[in-house]
């Protein structure tokens, strides 16, 4: 079949609207002294806040594989829990240890989805 | 191809078996469940699920992601009126005059207007869909590739220019997803691009995760940074509107309705615009505007009304075009798209019992849906005081399941976290997101048809302006801009609505 549209014409399309339209957004602001957009950026405990649970969703993923999604998922669900609102520790626990039982019965079993169950127990 | 009473029959004999019976129920309880729960919205709570019910057969699993959808619809009143904070963006106006209504101790009639005024706009709206949708749909059967480009691009120029932001970024948000969704595979041709020699990237980027990252994450991200805390809940009492209520909303609801369902059928009309434009309406041709804020209850029923119109309509051209109008329109095409069902005149012509099935189930869904909100009102209400703290990491955990059960690969769950962040700061800095999602679902239909297109004229881009359906629609997507465009410059700060998961 031959081909009407060259490969790299829509990546180009795209890549030119984007970097055009971001260069002229650039120069606008950097001309009304960046009044155009009132930012309004978390202040030094928000952004804590939101790197610490971004990063706890990092760490659940990354130790999914090895350690198993019930387990990883609970833990992420306590550590969470707890650390947004320090005086939940029992109601972080508990959805914690819900949270991997219906991993590993509900979604692994009953909806038979194949979530890993940890490399480091089974083998 | 037109209507006809036999499909609707056989629609209702299959939706009326106890399992999708059973399944538009569940979607019902999920989708007041989302509608109620500040933080998670329809696009997502269909997203995140949709992967989780492969174990369904395709009819039921349809019945019960459109009932998450209306149900949805629903519940996004509850928190407006009882608490002051809408559920989502579509009910901002029911809590004007709702949650006044709330704090003269009339939240019980307010709930159970709101309640009403959906079911009579939901199941107005349902004829509309069941009439409209086949002729429709007869005249989409005349499309060629041509037209399929024109169309998908009038849908996007639409949704950009009603975005109501600045038009550019509009702009750049749509590229933004056409770039995502650029990377693997071409569709036709099967030739990597965007790859980089990585593995993971050939398979392409799943728009179900561009979509739970954009939704889901980021709003999540929003919340935990303005650190919602939890709701305290006043007591309902006298639930029943009286007579003199009903009859003076009964104007409101069969007027949003029209403005929801017409307007709905527009692609970037979503209830989030349609519920402001129908209450600004009733504010308009009432007597006594002035009540409109200190707890009108047409102030109620006209935003909910329009509100489940639109949804309803949204259908319309899903249905007949495989063209999504909003966000959560574009996560059911991908949920038909996995069960391999292309979305278009082909689905009425060949899969007439799975499209009528799901109609008919959605007459089903809002009888269930009034039955569920009229008594249990006071319990959804209490739901919603669910803390954040506890609310976030749920769903967080969802989000994470739920695209990683769409191909059990892991790259897709980074791509979800990377797009939350993505849409975290598209959020900040005042970016639509609509287009990005609308780009990178219709991306695939929209190269697809436009390769096709080029074949058939061997290359010339004429082909789009000389075709008078493709020509039509390429007019009105110009016009679509050029309006845009002059309303950015004739009005510097027009009212901005505020942008979630609608």
Same mark, same amino acid.
């Given at each position: 079949?031959?081909?009407?549209? !060259? !490969?790299?014409?829509l990546p180009y399309i795209v890549g030119v609207t984007i970097l055009s339209g971001g260069a002229f957004l650039a120069l606008k602001s950097w001309r009304l002294g960046g009044k155009d957009v009132p930012l309004k950026w978390p202040d030094r405990g928000a952004m804590i806040r939101i790197t610490v649970i971004l990063l706890a969703a990092v760490v659940f993923v990354l130790v999914m594989t090895p350690i198993g999604f019930p387990l990883s998922s609970g833990l992420y669900i306590a550590f969470s829990i707890w650390y947004l609102k320090r005086s939940a520790v029992w109601t972080g626990l508990i959805c914690g240890i819900i949270t991997g039982v219906l991993s590993y019965y509900v979604f692994g079993q009953l909806l038979e989805l194949s979530l890993p169950i940890g490399t480091i127990f089974f083998e | 191809m037109g209507f006809s009473w036999d499909y609707l029959l056989q629609g209702f004999s299959i939706a009326l078996t106890w399992q999708n019976l059973f399944w538009a129920l569940v979607g019902s309880l999920i989708g007041t469940l989302v509608g109620v729960l500040p933080g998670i919205g329809p696009s997502s709570g269909i997203a995140i699920l949709l992967p989780l019910t492969t174990f369904l057969p395709p009819t039921s699993a349809i019945i019960m992601m459109a009932a998450i959808y209306y149900g949805a619809m629903y519940g996004g009143s509850t928190t407006a009126i009882v608490v002051n904070i809408p559920g989502e963006a579509s009910s901002v106006p029911t809590a004007l005059d709702g949650y006044e209504m709330a704090k003269q101790g009339n939240a019980g009639p307010a709930l159970a207007i709101a309640a009403i005024s959906s079911f009579l706009a939901g199941t107005l709206s349902l004829f509309g869909l069941t009439f409209f949708a086949p002729i429709c749909a007869g005249f989409a059967l005349a499309f060629g590739p041509p037209e399929y480009f024109a169309?998908?691009?009038? /849908?996007?120029?639409?949704?950009? &220019?009603? &975005? /109501? $932001?600045?038009?550019?970024?509009?702009?750049? @948000?749509?590229?933004?997803?056409?770039?995502?969704?650029?990377?693997?595979?071409?569709?036709l041709t099967g030739a990597a691009r965007l790859t980089f020699g990585s593995l993971d990237l050939m398979a392409g980027i799943n728009f179900i995760s561009v979509i739970v990252g954009v939704f889901a994450i980021s709003e999540v991200m929003l919340n935990i940074e303005a650190e919602a805390g939890a709701i305290s809940l006043a007591g309902i009492k006298n639930l029943m509107p009286t007579w003199a209520d009903i009859k003076r909303c009964t104007g409101a609801m069969l007027r949003s309705t029209g403005v929801g369902f017409f307007l709905g059928l527009l692609p970037g009309c979503a209830p989030s615009v349609t519920t402001f434009v129908a209450y600004d309406l009733e504010k308009r041709i009432s007597k006594d505007p002035d009540r409109f804020g200190k707890g009108a209850i047409e102030g109620v029923a006209a935003p909910e009304g329009a509100n489940n119109a639109t949804s309803t309509a949204g259908f319309v051209p899903l249905f007949s075009f495989g063209l999504p109008t909003a966000p959560s329109m574009a996560v059911l095409l991908g949920g038909l798209m996995m069960y391999g069902l292309q979305p278009g005149p082909m689905l009425f012509k060949n899969n007439p019992q799975f499209v009528w099935a799901v109609i008919a189930s959605m007459y089903i869904g809002n009888v269930m849906l009034l039955v569920?909100?009229?008594?249990?009102? /006071?319990l959804w209400a209490r739901i919603a005081v669910v803390p954040f703290p506890v609310l976030a990491p749920i769903i967080i955990f969802c989000s994470v399941? /739920?695209?990683?059960?769409? $191909?059990?690969?892991? =790259?897709? +769950?980074? +791509?979800?976290l990377v797009f939350g962040l993505i849409g975290y700061f598209m959020r900040k800095l005042g970016f639509p997101i609509a287009p990005l999602v609308l780009a990178s679902v219709l991306a695939q239909m929209l190269e697809t048809s436009l390769q096709q297109a080029l074949l058939i004229s061997q290359g010339s881009p004429?082909? =789009? =302006?000389? $075709?008078?359906? @493709?020509?039509? =629609?390429?007019i009105l997507s110009a016009i679509s801009i050029l309006w845009g465009l002059w309303v950015q410059l004739k009005k510097k700060d027009r009212v901005v609505v505020e942008e979630t998961d609608e």
């Open positions: 079949m031959e081909e009407r549209l !060259p !490969p790299r014409t | 169309l998908m691009l009038m /849908g996007l120029s639409l949704v950009i &220019s009603l &975005s /109501g $932001r600045a038009l550019l970024k509009g702009v750049i @948000s749509m590229a933004l997803g056409l770039l995502a969704a650029l990377i693997g595979q071409n569709p569920l909100n009229l008594p249990l009102v /006071g399941l /739920g695209t990683y059960s769409i $191909r059990f690969i892991l =790259f897709d +769950v980074w +791509v979800m004429l082909i =789009f =302006f000389t $075709r008078p359906i @493709s020509l039509a =629609f390429m």
